[in-house]
């Protein structure tokens, strides 16, 4: 397997993170859903607890056992929510990171690779310049 350059490898790196990266901000878009789900759950609650219909009025002591559990789920998801929202912010910053890193290392490459080409020209240069043979310059 040929020899990979050290940019190629990071660049392979960054794919990975950013992958990463993007697992997390859809772990958030669900655990933001997931809330979202709750909070309207709550809202229809709220609204049976505080209807007239007498139907609901019946219900009261299970509505609001119902809203206390939705309460208790709802500070779970957003716990949830914000350790998702600091692991997505530390995926960004480690894949901007390599991604620097990747730049870096290319730019270092390219670096090298110019002198090389310029040390062979300066190399064909001086080669042209002498002879083949050290017998051609004695008389």
Known sequence: MAERSRSEKLKRLVAVQRHLERIAENELADTTR?????????????????????????????????????????????????????????????????????????ELETREADDNAVYDIVDQHFAAATPASSKVQKP
């Open 34 to 106: 997931q809330r979202d789900d709750v909070t309207a759950s709550m809202e229809r609650v709220m609204d049976a607890i505080s209807s007239a219909d007498p139907i609901h009025m019946a219900f009261s002591i299970q509505y609001a056992d119902r809203y206390g559990r939705l309460t208790i789920r709802d500070q779970q998801l957003e716990g949830i929510q914000e350790l998702i929202q600091m692991k997505v912010q530390q995926e960004r910053t480690k894949a901007d990171r390599l991604e620097e890193h990747m730049k870096d290392a290319r």
